[in-house]
């Protein structure tokens, strides 16, 4: 039983971090890509560098440096580039991992 309680323990840590990773890295790009139009370009450039932050925090490379250079790209003044690059983070942010949780845990 105790190792039951110690394997449930370990998913829910892990989906712990992957909410305050990976969804919270989705939900603010989608929160600014959304609201683009109302937020200046500073506040752009440094909520895309956080969320490059949390992505390279959960090991996902490749959406970190997107996010990166879109931060970039917006105070560079190029909105088209910095939209591609913002939807090509967001592309490779959904096809991350997720923790999968089994149905059969026991907790007493």
């Known amino acids: 039983?105790?190792?039951?309680?110690k394997n449930l323990r370990k998913e829910v840590l892990e989906?712990?971090?992957f909410v305050k990773?990976?969804?919270m890295a989705r939900e603010l790009c989608l929160l600014v890509?959304?609201?683009r139009a109302v937020l200046e370009p500073k506040d752009v450039q440094e909520i895309c560098q956080y969320i490059s932050g949390l992505c390279k925090e959960e090991g996902c490379g490749e959406?970190?440096?997107l996010c990166a250079k879109a931060a970039k790209a917006v105070g560079s003044k190029e909105e088209e580039k910095y939209l591609d690059l913002c939807a090509q983070s967001c592309v490779k942010c959904g096809e991350a991992r997720?923790?999968?949780?089994?149905k059969d845990a026991y907790v007493a």
């Not at 039983?1 to 309680?5: A, G, K, L, N, V």
């Open 1 to 5: 039983m105790e190792i039951s309680r």
């Open 15 to 17: 989906r712990i971090k």
């Open 21 to 23: 990773t990976c969804v």
């Open 33 to 35: 890509r959304t609201n």
């Open 63 to 65: 959406p970190s440096e």
């Open 98 to 102: 997720r923790p999968q949780s089994k």
